[in-house]
């Protein structure tokens, strides 16, 4: 199990993420009950009765789909997991960046999958505000040391829209 | 120059602090390999051949005294008492140990310098011309959008796990001198209507998919730099292939969309931030350009200089137009007949320095051309700083010349090289090395890469060397007729691959057939492009089957 970290504090996760398995696919497999984190593809495929069904949804986004093509859904997300496969694949900063710069979504964005210890001050500058930090890495050494690598940042981003030019006194 | 405040002090203070404790754990097994690896890249750590290969950036080529004997002491106290200049503004250590590079980290960081960035799938050191500020021909000064850049680029928390690396180059002359059109950015200033701003181009690369750039806009004025960078960026940051690192390069993208697309992209994304907060304030343009405001040049008349011949020999080739009178710029060569090109002894850094504190108000450039400029030099000071030059090993006369040749480290350091290059470069420069010869050749521009990674940009070399592999042995591909500037081309292969043993010969041929038909005036480039390949193939493959490889080799790569 991965550990959570929100609000950078180290938390119990309520959520499942629904996986689909062989011979499943988005339209036929079983909707679990309770906090479930829905495959965007299922999403897309069972909306009406996701929504009928539960009260708190969540999305998971992996690195190679759009945040755009579910724009108009986003107040139903209490959560958005956006997947890192590799570490090295950094298409998620630009998801993270766009759900709270361009379309304001405020409820929680979360970074599941290969989630490591030095990556974590980025996604946080970029928006995410939970991390699912990966099996067997230190959580209380991340959340020490992890998210206060810089004190100051050049760049406007998520976390400060102005960039340090414009907060020179 | 750029002089640090708090913030740039903090920033690189504490990115030491990071990839020390980056190693620490990496020793520790709490980083795997592959954890570790793109974290050491990003701090320009490579594992090569013999060693790790450290490398060290010069943000847009600027240096100064402290820097330089910093760098010296570094390359004494961690590695072997050398460096070598890259045709990136950056300078890289051959023999560091990894354990070291956070102590060499700390030190640098003293003379605010750093690594940060300068490998890995990330916004690489900028790149510009080594006369900005200074040279005759200038319209803009690059150099303080190009400090905007590096503070923009430098931890951007979203741009740093991109598909592949990515290089801007900002060029602010009429004449090109940053190869601008072969980056995945390239800058140019210009003005109109009065008004300051860049031309954009992208998608361009060498590597071994050489692609020519091509404009997403003509004109975007240069407060909105930042935000239309982002925007490029957040397009390939998403759509970049990711699946196959030898198609990952923005270039690849862009030939796959088409510019139009591309652009429409880019201007959609752009229109979504334009005039948002990292729009560039007029204070902020004004502060850091503060930083790069002329020293006080002295009224000087022209000098008479002296005619002494070898001087006079140096002087033509070193010294390029300054745009204050009495002043000129002096290009100090690492291009010394049998040293790896490139390469600076730390008596030379020493050296080096002492000369811009004589005589260059303590400042220093480096070129992409892998040479050390002195950019304020007073005219009659010109035969002191080359006597002392001389004395240092760094006045070979043969800038702009063959000898003067841009080349990687290739096979005896790199591990992906087919061949080495090092050997090339100073069998040819044997070869030339009369220097009356040399001079009646005249401009040339020899380039050698030891792989089609193309770190020596022999594509746009007038004669571009290429190594290759055919079967396990060491061969050499040779292009004519590439260039660099603002008619940037790649050159064309003039056929089947050489021993390494035959090079000096198929240059010395090569060189032959342009002597034989070149006109008055006409550099090797202009009788190339009159006479087209073919004169030089059949000279060079003369006796063989023609353009058949001497032996039955197998062909090339
Ligand atoms: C020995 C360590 C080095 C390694 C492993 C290395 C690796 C590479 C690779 C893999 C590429 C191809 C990138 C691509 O096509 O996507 C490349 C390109 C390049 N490298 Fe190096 N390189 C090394 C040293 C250098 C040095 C010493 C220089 C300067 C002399 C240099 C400058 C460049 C340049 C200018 C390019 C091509 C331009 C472009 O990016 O399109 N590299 N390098
Ligand atoms: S061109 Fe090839 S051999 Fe030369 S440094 Fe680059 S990767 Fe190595």
């Known amino acids: 199990m991965a550990q959570l970290i929100k609000n950078r504090t180290a938390t119990l996760d309520t959520w499942k993420t629904l996986e689909i398995v062989e011979d499943e696919t988005p339209e036929n497999v079983e909707l679990p009950t309770g906090d479930v984190i829905f495959p965007l593809a299922v999403w897309q495929a069972r909306k009406a009765e996701i929504i009928s069904c539960h009260k708190r949804i969540g999305l998971l986004i992996d690195s190679n789909e759009r945040i755009e093509d579910v724009a108009d859904d986003l107040e139903y997300f ?17 998801t993270a960046a766009l759900l709270r710069q361009r379309y304001h979504y405020q409820g929680e964005v979360r970074a599941v999958g290969d989630v490591l210890h030095d990556q974590l001050f980025y996604m946080q500058r970029v928006g995410f505000d939970s991390y699912a930090l990966k099996d067997g890495k230190d959580v209380v050494y991340a959340l020490q040391k992890g998210f206060t690598t810089f004190g100051e940042t050049y760049q406007a981003a998520t976390d400060q829209p102005q960039p340090y030019f414009r907060r020179r006194a | 120059m750029y002089k640090y405040d708090a913030i740039d002090r903090q920033l690189v203070n504490e990115r030491v602090e990071q990839f020390r404790d980056q190693v620490r754990r990496w020793k520790a097994g709490e980083l795997s390999d592959d954890e570790f690896r793109p974290l050491r890249l990003q701090n ?12 060290i950036a010069v943000p847009y080529g600027m240096m100064n005294s402290a820097r330089m004997r910093k760098l010296a002491s570094i390359s004494q106290k961690y ?166 690192a030898f198609k990952a390069r923005i ?68 010294i390029h137009p300054h745009k204050v009178p009495g002043y000129a710029a002096v290009t100090l060569s690492l291009k010394k007949h049998g040293v790896a090109p490139g390469d600076i002894s730390a008596e030379q850094m020493l050296a080096v320095a002492d000369l811009a504190d004589q005589y260059s108000f303590g400042e220093l450039r480096v070129s992409h051309e892998q040479n050390i400029i002195l950019a304020d030099v007073k005219k009659s000071d010109l035969y002191e700083v080359w006597q002392k030059a001389k004395a240092a090993g760094l006045a070979t006369p043969n800038i702009g010349l063959l000898t003067a040749m841009i080349c990687c480290p290739g096979g005896d350091f790199c591990d992906l090289a087919n061949a080495k290059s090092i050997p090339i470069a100073n069998a040819i420069q044997a070869r030339f090395d009369d220097l009356d010869y040399l001079f009646d050749i005249g401009e040339i521009d020899l380039n050698i890469s030891g792989c089609m990674n193309a770190c020596g940009h022999h594509h746009v070399g007038h004669i571009g060397v290429l190594g290759v592999d055919k079967n396990e042995a060491e061969f050499y591909q040779v292009t004519l007729g590439g260039r660099q500037g603002n008619d940037a081309r790649l050159g064309k ?22 002597l034989e038909h070149r006109h008055a005036d006409e550099r090797f480039l202009d009788t190339f492009d009159r006479i087209g390949l073919d004169p030089f193939k059949n000279r060079v493959y003369e006796g063989r089957a023609h353009g058949k490889a001497k032996a039955a080799q197998p062909e090339a790569a």
């Open chain 1, 78 to 94: 209490v959560v958005i997991a956006v997947n890192f496969p590799k570490f090295v694949d950094g298409r998620g900063y630009s």
């Open chain 2, 44 to 55: 320009g750590l490579y594992i090569q051949r013999h060693a790790p290969m450290f490398r």
């Open chain 2, 79 to 244: 590695d072997r008492g050398y460096g070598h200049f890259t045709t990136r503004h950056n300078l890289q250590l051959n023999w560091p140990k990894i354990e070291d590079v956070p102590d060499i980290l700390a030190e640098l960081a003293e003379v605010e310098m750093h690594a940060i960035q300068t490998s890995g799938n990330c916004l690489r050191n900028i790149t510009t011309d080594q006369f900005a500020g200074v040279a005759a021909d200038e319209i803009i000064d690059p150099r303080p959008l190009a400090e905007i850049l590096r503070q923009w680029t430098t931890f951007h928390p979203e741009f740093a796990f991109l598909p592949r690396k990515f290089k801007i180059a900002i060029s602010g002359t009429k004449d090109d001198r940053a190869v601008t059109w072969f980056h995945d950015i390239g800058l140019h200033l210009q003005q109109r209507n009065g008004e300051v701003g860049f031309r954009v181009i992208v998608g361009g690369g060498l590597g071994r998919t050489p692609i020519r750039g091509e404009v997403v806009r003509e004109f975007l004025p240069w407060q909105h730099i930042l935000t239309y960078c982002e925007a490029i960026l957040r397009v390939y940051n998403r759509q970049g292939r990711r699946d196959n």
């Open chain 2, 251 to 318: 270039k690849i993208l862009v030939q796959a969309l088409g510019i139009e697309a591309f652009t429409k992209l880019v201007e959609e994304e752009w229109a979504q931030t334009k005039d948002g907060p990292a729009t560039i304030t007029q204070a902020e343009f004004d502060r850091i350009a503060a930083h790069f405001a002329p020293p006080a040049y002295e009224k000087l008349d022209e000098p008479e200089l002296p005619f002494e011949k070898s001087f006079k020999n140096w002087a033509d080739r070193s």
């Open chain 2, 493 to 514: 292969v003039i056929g089947p691959s050489f021993a390494a043993e035959e090079m000096p010969d198929v240059v010395d041929k090569i060189i032959k057939v342009y």
